[in-house]
Protein backbone atom coordinates (compact mmCIF):
# COMPACT_ATOMS: atom_id res chain seq x y z
CA UNK A 1 0.00 0.00 0.00
CA UNK A 2 2.68 2.19 0.98
CA UNK A 3 4.51 2.09 -2.67
CA UNK A 4 1.09 2.65 -4.22
CA UNK A 5 0.60 5.75 -1.83
CA UNK A 6 4.15 7.21 -3.16
CA UNK A 7 2.50 7.24 -6.50
CA UNK A 8 -0.41 9.58 -5.85
CA UNK A 9 1.06 12.93 -6.23
CA UNK A 10 -1.54 14.46 -3.85
CA UNK A 11 -0.35 11.67 -1.07
CA UNK A 12 3.21 12.43 -0.84
CA UNK A 13 4.95 14.09 2.48
CA UNK A 14 5.42 17.95 2.30
CA UNK A 15 7.92 20.08 4.68
CA UNK A 16 6.47 23.43 4.50
CA UNK A 17 8.47 25.56 6.63
CA UNK A 18 9.20 23.80 9.98
CA UNK A 19 5.79 21.53 9.65
CA UNK A 20 6.16 18.36 8.43
CA UNK A 21 3.03 17.69 6.48
CA UNK A 22 1.86 13.64 5.33
CA UNK A 23 0.24 14.95 2.18
CA UNK A 24 -0.38 17.96 0.37
CA UNK A 25 -4.46 18.12 0.80
CA UNK A 26 -5.10 21.25 2.87
CA UNK A 27 -8.42 21.83 4.46
CA UNK A 28 -9.12 25.53 2.72
CA UNK A 29 -10.71 27.90 4.56
CA UNK A 30 -14.75 28.15 4.76
CA UNK A 31 -17.04 30.42 6.67
CA UNK A 32 -20.32 28.22 7.65
CA UNK A 33 -22.05 30.33 10.55
CA UNK A 34 -22.35 28.15 13.28
CA UNK A 35 -20.56 30.35 16.05
CA UNK A 36 -22.52 31.65 17.33
CA UNK A 37 -22.56 34.78 18.92
CA UNK A 38 -19.13 34.90 17.88
CA UNK A 39 -17.45 32.14 19.92
CA UNK A 40 -16.64 28.96 18.50
CA UNK A 41 -19.04 25.64 19.78
CA UNK A 42 -18.64 22.28 20.75
CA UNK A 43 -19.64 21.40 17.32
CA UNK A 44 -16.15 22.94 15.84
CA UNK A 45 -14.48 20.68 17.40
CA UNK A 46 -16.24 17.82 16.09
CA UNK A 47 -15.77 19.28 12.81
CA UNK A 48 -12.36 20.31 12.47
CA UNK A 49 -11.32 16.85 14.13
CA UNK A 50 -13.49 14.58 11.64
CA UNK A 51 -11.23 16.44 8.76
CA UNK A 52 -7.99 15.89 10.74
CA UNK A 53 -5.31 13.08 10.05
CA UNK A 54 -1.68 12.84 11.45
CA UNK A 55 0.24 15.24 9.85
CA UNK A 56 -2.87 17.03 8.18
CA UNK A 57 -3.06 20.88 7.29
CA UNK A 58 -5.77 22.36 8.27
CA UNK A 59 -7.05 26.55 7.92
CA UNK A 60 -9.72 27.68 10.27
CA UNK A 61 -12.79 29.50 8.98
CA UNK A 62 -12.99 33.04 8.52
CA UNK A 63 -11.86 34.80 11.56
CA UNK A 64 -13.00 38.07 12.41
CA UNK A 65 -10.10 40.36 13.77
CA UNK A 66 -12.36 42.69 15.75
CA UNK A 67 -16.13 43.46 17.03
CA UNK A 68 -16.00 46.35 14.32
CA UNK A 69 -15.53 43.69 11.68
CA UNK A 70 -17.81 41.82 12.88
CA UNK A 71 -20.09 42.04 9.31
CA UNK A 72 -22.35 38.37 9.72
CA UNK A 73 -23.62 37.20 12.39
CA UNK A 74 -22.59 33.75 13.77
CA UNK A 75 -19.10 33.91 12.75
CA UNK A 76 -15.69 33.41 14.86
CA UNK A 77 -14.05 35.89 16.38
CA UNK A 78 -10.45 35.94 17.58
CA UNK A 79 -10.26 39.34 19.59
CA UNK A 80 -10.72 38.58 22.89
CA UNK A 81 -9.86 36.50 26.11
CA UNK A 82 -13.65 34.93 25.43
CA UNK A 83 -12.67 33.74 21.64
CA UNK A 84 -9.06 32.69 22.82
CA UNK A 85 -10.86 30.30 25.48
CA UNK A 86 -13.39 29.28 22.94
CA UNK A 87 -11.14 28.45 20.52
CA UNK A 88 -8.73 26.18 22.46
CA UNK A 89 -10.36 23.18 22.79
CA UNK A 90 -10.75 22.87 19.03
CA UNK A 91 -7.26 23.84 18.75
CA UNK A 92 -6.93 20.84 20.60
CA UNK A 93 -8.85 18.50 18.98
CA UNK A 94 -6.92 18.97 15.81
CA UNK A 95 -3.49 18.98 17.85
CA UNK A 96 -4.35 15.34 19.73
CA UNK A 97 -4.86 13.99 16.00
CA UNK A 98 -1.60 15.27 14.96
CA UNK A 99 -2.51 18.02 12.37
CA UNK A 100 -0.95 21.65 11.65
CA UNK A 101 -3.71 23.88 12.21
CA UNK A 102 -4.09 28.03 11.19
CA UNK A 103 -6.21 29.94 12.36
CA UNK A 104 -7.52 32.39 9.27
CA UNK A 105 -7.71 36.72 10.18
CA UNK A 106 -10.71 38.21 8.75
CA UNK A 107 -12.22 42.01 8.12
CA UNK A 108 -14.95 41.91 5.69
CA UNK A 109 -14.87 45.74 4.78
CA UNK A 110 -18.19 46.88 3.11
CA UNK A 111 -18.85 43.21 2.33
CA UNK A 112 -20.56 43.60 5.50
CA UNK A 113 -24.22 42.34 6.35
CA UNK A 114 -24.62 44.35 8.97
CA UNK A 115 -28.34 45.41 8.96
CA UNK A 116 -29.21 41.76 10.57
CA UNK A 117 -27.69 42.13 14.39
CA UNK A 118 -26.56 44.66 16.04
CA UNK A 119 -22.44 44.03 15.47
CA UNK A 120 -21.91 47.72 14.86
CA UNK A 121 -24.88 49.92 16.84
CA UNK A 122 -25.97 50.63 13.29
CA UNK A 123 -22.18 52.28 11.94
CA UNK A 124 -21.45 51.54 8.22
CA UNK A 125 -19.15 49.03 7.04
CA UNK A 126 -15.44 50.50 6.48
CA UNK A 127 -13.82 50.42 3.00
CA UNK A 128 -11.27 52.00 0.60
CA UNK A 129 -14.35 53.16 -1.14
CA UNK A 130 -17.61 54.95 -0.52
CA UNK A 131 -18.76 52.74 -3.16
CA UNK A 132 -21.40 49.53 -2.01
CA UNK A 133 -21.27 46.09 -3.42
CA UNK A 134 -23.85 45.01 -5.69
CA UNK A 135 -26.80 42.95 -4.28
CA UNK A 136 -26.12 39.42 -3.59
CA UNK A 137 -28.20 37.23 -5.37
CA UNK A 138 -29.06 33.61 -5.27
CA UNK A 139 -28.69 31.29 -9.00
CA UNK A 140 -32.64 32.95 -9.61
CA UNK A 141 -31.33 36.13 -9.65
CA UNK A 142 -33.28 36.58 -6.46
CA UNK A 143 -32.05 39.42 -4.05
CA UNK A 144 -30.80 37.50 -1.02
CA UNK A 145 -28.74 40.73 0.85
CA UNK A 146 -28.63 44.38 -0.01
CA UNK A 147 -25.25 45.37 1.29
CA UNK A 148 -25.14 48.87 2.87
CA UNK A 149 -22.88 51.84 1.53
CA UNK A 150 -19.46 51.58 3.30
CA UNK A 151 -17.35 54.67 4.56
CA UNK A 152 -14.09 55.33 3.04
CA UNK A 153 -11.50 54.33 5.92
CA UNK A 154 -9.09 57.38 6.85
CA UNK A 155 -5.35 56.15 6.52
CA UNK A 156 -5.27 56.84 10.57
CA UNK A 157 -7.89 54.52 10.97
CA UNK A 158 -6.06 52.01 8.50
CA UNK A 159 -3.32 52.15 10.89
CA UNK A 160 -5.38 51.24 13.99
CA UNK A 161 -6.92 48.02 11.86
CA UNK A 162 -3.46 47.12 10.79
CA UNK A 163 -3.00 47.08 14.54
CA UNK A 164 -6.18 45.20 14.89
CA UNK A 165 -4.60 42.05 12.62
CA UNK A 166 -2.12 42.12 14.89
CA UNK A 167 -3.35 41.78 18.07
CA UNK A 168 -5.29 39.05 16.35
CA UNK A 169 -2.46 37.06 15.29
CA UNK A 170 -1.32 37.05 19.20
CA UNK A 171 -4.67 36.06 20.28
CA UNK A 172 -4.71 33.07 17.93
CA UNK A 173 -0.96 31.93 19.19
CA UNK A 174 -2.41 32.23 22.74
CA UNK A 175 -5.14 30.12 21.70
CA UNK A 176 -2.73 27.44 20.54
CA UNK A 177 -2.92 27.72 16.65
CA UNK A 178 -0.04 27.05 14.51
CA UNK A 179 -0.28 30.05 12.47
CA UNK A 180 -2.07 32.70 10.84
CA UNK A 181 -3.43 33.07 7.53
CA UNK A 182 -3.85 37.02 6.69
CA UNK A 183 -7.09 36.77 4.08
CA UNK A 184 -6.66 39.34 1.24
CA UNK A 185 -8.99 37.25 -1.13
CA UNK A 186 -12.39 36.83 -2.14
CA UNK A 187 -13.60 40.77 -2.16
CA UNK A 188 -12.79 41.59 1.23
CA UNK A 189 -11.33 44.26 2.76
CA UNK A 190 -7.62 43.71 1.67
CA UNK A 191 -8.61 43.11 -1.81
CA UNK A 192 -10.61 45.90 -1.36
CA UNK A 193 -7.92 47.97 -1.06
CA UNK A 194 -5.91 45.82 -4.15
CA UNK A 195 -8.34 46.19 -6.73
CA UNK A 196 -8.56 49.14 -8.89
CA UNK A 197 -12.37 48.45 -10.26
CA UNK A 198 -12.72 49.29 -6.17
CA UNK A 199 -10.17 51.22 -4.54
CA UNK A 200 -10.73 54.67 -6.07
CA UNK A 201 -8.39 56.70 -3.42
CA UNK A 202 -5.94 59.54 -4.43
CA UNK A 203 -3.89 59.05 -1.36
CA UNK A 204 -0.92 57.10 -0.19
CA UNK A 205 -3.50 53.81 -0.22
CA UNK A 206 -5.10 54.54 -3.94
CA UNK A 207 -3.65 54.72 -8.03
CA UNK A 208 -1.11 53.45 -8.52
CA UNK A 209 -0.40 49.15 -8.10
CA UNK A 210 2.39 50.22 -5.26
CA UNK A 211 0.03 52.27 -3.48
CA UNK A 212 -3.18 49.43 -3.73
CA UNK A 213 -0.93 47.08 -2.32
CA UNK A 214 0.26 49.14 0.56
CA UNK A 215 -2.21 48.44 2.97
CA UNK A 216 -1.75 44.56 2.48
CA UNK A 217 1.72 44.72 3.44
CA UNK A 218 1.53 46.55 6.34
CA UNK A 219 -0.98 43.67 7.31
CA UNK A 220 2.00 41.22 6.44
CA UNK A 221 4.50 43.32 8.15
CA UNK A 222 2.89 43.69 11.74
CA UNK A 223 2.04 40.26 11.87
CA UNK A 224 5.02 38.64 11.03
CA UNK A 225 6.82 40.69 13.20
CA UNK A 226 4.63 39.89 16.19
CA UNK A 227 4.32 35.81 15.50
CA UNK A 228 7.29 35.23 12.91
CA UNK A 229 7.14 35.43 9.16
CA UNK A 230 7.23 31.19 9.39
CA UNK A 231 4.14 31.03 10.55
CA UNK A 232 1.96 33.59 8.18
CA UNK A 233 0.67 32.91 5.13
CA UNK A 234 -2.21 34.74 2.94
CA UNK A 235 -4.79 34.19 0.76
CA UNK A 236 -5.39 36.00 -2.83
CA UNK A 237 -7.69 36.15 -5.12
CA UNK A 238 -6.28 38.60 -7.95
CA UNK A 239 -8.45 36.64 -10.23
CA UNK A 240 -11.96 36.64 -9.05
CA UNK A 241 -14.80 39.54 -9.57
CA UNK A 242 -15.92 38.33 -6.00
CA UNK A 243 -17.74 41.10 -4.04
CA UNK A 244 -17.25 43.11 -7.18
CA UNK A 245 -13.94 43.43 -7.01
CA UNK A 246 -12.82 43.02 -10.08
CA UNK A 247 -9.10 44.94 -11.08
CA UNK A 248 -8.27 45.89 -14.58
CA UNK A 249 -4.66 44.20 -14.59
CA UNK A 250 -4.80 40.83 -12.14
CA UNK A 251 -1.56 38.91 -13.82
CA UNK A 252 0.05 42.06 -12.67
CA UNK A 253 -1.41 42.43 -9.43
CA UNK A 254 -1.01 39.08 -8.80
CA UNK A 255 2.72 38.57 -10.06
CA UNK A 256 3.79 42.42 -8.00
CA UNK A 257 1.86 40.67 -4.69
CA UNK A 258 4.15 37.34 -5.08
CA UNK A 259 6.97 38.78 -6.12
CA UNK A 260 6.80 41.37 -3.28
CA UNK A 261 5.69 38.75 -0.69
CA UNK A 262 9.36 37.44 -0.77
CA UNK A 263 10.87 40.24 0.93
CA UNK A 264 8.91 39.16 4.40
CA UNK A 265 9.63 35.59 4.47
CA UNK A 266 6.07 34.73 4.99
CA UNK A 267 5.61 30.96 4.92
CA UNK A 268 2.91 30.26 2.26
CA UNK A 269 1.02 32.12 -0.93
CA UNK A 270 -2.61 30.78 -0.98
CA UNK A 271 -4.19 31.76 -4.14
CA UNK A 272 -7.26 31.36 -6.18
CA UNK A 273 -7.27 30.16 -9.54
CA UNK A 274 -9.31 31.85 -12.02
CA UNK A 275 -11.59 28.61 -12.09
CA UNK A 276 -13.63 29.37 -8.96
CA UNK A 277 -16.86 29.43 -10.80
CA UNK A 278 -16.64 26.37 -12.68
CA UNK A 279 -17.57 22.81 -11.66
CA UNK A 280 -15.57 20.08 -10.96
CA UNK A 281 -16.64 18.35 -14.17
CA UNK A 282 -15.47 21.29 -15.93
CA UNK A 283 -11.79 20.49 -15.03
CA UNK A 284 -11.12 20.82 -19.31
CA UNK A 285 -12.17 24.38 -19.48
CA UNK A 286 -9.85 25.53 -16.21
CA UNK A 287 -6.31 27.18 -17.19
CA UNK A 288 -3.43 27.64 -15.30
CA UNK A 289 -3.33 31.02 -14.38
CA UNK A 290 -1.37 30.99 -11.19
CA UNK A 291 2.28 29.23 -12.91
CA UNK A 292 3.45 32.98 -13.06
CA UNK A 293 3.05 33.62 -9.30
CA UNK A 294 4.31 30.20 -8.33
CA UNK A 295 7.59 30.39 -10.00
CA UNK A 296 7.67 33.87 -8.17
CA UNK A 297 7.16 33.26 -5.01
CA UNK A 298 10.18 31.86 -2.50
CA UNK A 299 7.87 30.01 -0.34
CA UNK A 300 5.09 26.89 -0.42
CA UNK A 301 2.52 27.95 -2.57
CA UNK A 302 -1.10 26.69 -2.31
CA UNK A 303 -3.25 26.43 -4.94
CA UNK A 304 -7.24 26.37 -4.30
CA UNK A 305 -10.32 26.83 -6.46
CA UNK A 306 -12.47 23.82 -7.36
CA UNK A 307 -10.02 21.28 -7.97
CA UNK A 308 -10.74 17.92 -8.01
CA UNK A 309 -8.17 14.73 -7.25
CA UNK A 310 -7.03 14.16 -10.76
CA UNK A 311 -6.28 17.50 -11.51
CA UNK A 312 -5.00 18.27 -7.81
CA UNK A 313 -2.44 15.01 -8.31
CA UNK A 314 -1.43 16.66 -12.15
CA UNK A 315 -0.66 20.13 -10.51
CA UNK A 316 1.46 18.74 -7.37
CA UNK A 317 3.40 16.39 -10.23
CA UNK A 318 3.65 18.80 -12.78
CA UNK A 319 5.04 21.22 -9.87
CA UNK A 320 2.18 24.19 -10.40
CA UNK A 321 1.86 23.98 -6.60
CA UNK A 322 2.93 22.64 -3.36
CA UNK A 323 -0.43 22.23 -1.97
CA UNK A 324 -3.75 21.86 -2.74
CA UNK A 325 -6.47 23.86 -1.08
CA UNK A 326 -10.08 21.82 -0.74
CA UNK A 327 -13.26 23.07 0.29
CA UNK A 328 -16.87 21.59 -0.71
CA UNK A 329 -15.01 18.28 -1.01
CA UNK A 330 -13.47 18.30 2.18
CA UNK A 331 -16.96 19.52 4.04
CA UNK A 332 -18.63 16.39 1.92
CA UNK A 333 -16.02 13.83 2.32
CA UNK A 334 -14.06 14.40 5.80
CA UNK A 335 -12.16 11.63 5.26
CA UNK A 336 -11.21 13.06 1.71
CA UNK A 337 -7.13 11.49 1.78
CA UNK A 338 -8.52 8.09 1.90
CA UNK A 339 -10.91 8.72 -0.30
CA UNK A 340 -8.19 10.09 -2.74
CA UNK A 341 -6.06 7.44 -2.00
CA UNK A 342 -8.73 4.70 -2.63
CA UNK A 343 -10.06 6.61 -5.21
CA UNK A 344 -13.36 5.73 -3.94
CA UNK A 345 -16.68 8.03 -4.59
CA UNK A 346 -17.32 11.55 -2.78
CA UNK A 347 -20.45 12.23 -1.02
CA UNK A 348 -22.18 15.25 -3.10
CA UNK A 349 -21.83 18.68 -0.81
CA UNK A 350 -25.45 20.27 -0.15
CA UNK A 351 -25.46 23.54 -0.95
CA UNK A 352 -28.71 24.40 0.67
CA UNK A 353 -26.77 23.74 4.06
CA UNK A 354 -23.86 25.58 3.51
CA UNK A 355 -24.49 28.29 5.53
CA UNK A 356 -27.49 27.40 7.29
CA UNK A 357 -26.96 27.85 11.77
CA UNK A 358 -27.22 24.12 12.30
CA UNK A 359 -25.00 22.29 14.28
CA UNK A 360 -25.12 19.12 12.60
CA UNK A 361 -27.12 19.44 9.15
CA UNK A 362 -24.83 19.51 6.49
CA UNK A 363 -21.99 20.38 9.39
CA UNK A 364 -20.92 17.15 11.08
CA UNK A 365 -23.43 14.75 9.20
CA UNK A 366 -21.46 13.68 6.41
CA UNK A 367 -20.17 10.28 6.12
CA UNK A 368 -17.28 8.11 6.17
CA UNK A 369 -16.13 5.70 4.53
CA UNK A 370 -16.30 3.85 7.34
CA UNK A 371 -19.74 4.09 7.72
CA UNK A 372 -20.87 1.89 4.72
CA UNK A 373 -18.78 -0.66 5.66
Known amino acids: ?40 QSHAI ?12 LITEATVISRAAQGYKDTPGIWSEEHINAWKPVVEAVHSKGGVFFCQLWHPGRASDQTGFEANMGQPPVSSTDKPCSPFRDDTGEILLEYQPPRRLKPEEITVIVDDF ?22 YLIEQFLKDGVNDRSDEYGGSLENRCKFAFEVVEAVANEIGADRVGIRLSPFSNYMDSEDS ?4 LGLYMAKSLNKYGVLYCHTVESRTEATEEQSDQWFDSLVPMRRAFNGTFIA ?10 NAIAQERADLIGYGRLFLANPDLPERFELDAPLNKYKRDTFYTQDPIVGYTDYPFLKDDQ
Open 249 to 252: DPEA
Open 1 to 40: MEDEREQIPLLTPYKMGNFHLANRIVLAPMTRFRSYNSFP
Open 46 to 57: LYYSQRTTHGSF
Open 304 to 313: AGGYNRENGN
Open 166 to 187: RVAARNAMEAGFDGVEIHGANG
